[in-house]
């Protein structure tokens, strides 16, 4: 399942495909249910799902960008600065919402999990291929690679099936949240 043949790599690759993944889909769909419960379309207008919006395609970005090219040190900065700028959206969101709804403690642990998932897989990413996270700090032995290349051993067709079927849950939950904000029964200045 990766490029190499390291115990440790296959294990931690499994653990990103058939953890993280997964464990990440359903932290999202607890959040838009939160959402849907509450209904944050009367109480915080189109923003809120937009920002939804905005950090699924960062993340969505990221996860298939991981799963397509050979990672090396361009695709790691790639990665990081989705992962940062996941950071900026959620901080935005957070400020958004808390001013104009309740987010009660169920919803703000799921946002906890969902703040560590894709450092976690970041990190997990950097380990599994630390000469060139290593390289993109201008250290180790290891040349930096920064071209952007297809995986040599592609992901099995089982990962892009549940890549796929996560991508298109997560896309159509939040894009019917934001349909309902766009909708919603009271607009938020």
Not at 8 to 30: E, K
Not at 99 to 104: A, E, G, H, S, T
């Amino acid at each position: 399942m990766t490029e190499g043949t390291d115990a440790t790599a296959v294990a931690l690759l499994n653990v990103l495909v058939w953890g993280l993944l997964p464990l990440w889909a359903t932290s999202g769909l607890a959040d838009w249910w939160c959402h849907r419960r509450l209904r944050i379309e009367q109480t915080a207008g189109w923003p809120e799902p937009a920002l939804h919006v905005a950090m699924l395609i960062e993340l969505g970005a990221g996860v298939i960008g991981a799963a397509l090219w050979r990672i090396n040190a361009g695709v790691l900065l790639t990665l990081l600065v989705l992962c940062v700028l996941h950071e900026v959206t959620m901080v935005a969101d957070l400020v958004y919402a808390e001013r104009r709804r309740r987010i009660p403690a169920f919803e703000q642990w799921v946002h906890g999990v969902q703040h560590a998932m894709p450092w976690a897989a970041w990190v997990a990413l950097a380990v599994i291929h630390q000469e060139q996270a290593l390289a993109m700090l201008g250290l180790g032995v290891a040349s930096a690679g920064w071209r952007y290349t297809l995986r040599a051993e592609p992901l099995p067709v089982t990962a892009w099936l549940l890549i796929a079927g996560v991508g298109l849950v997560l896309v159509g939950a939040f894009i019917a949240e934001l349909a309902r904000g766009v909708r919603g029964v009271k607009q938020v200045r």
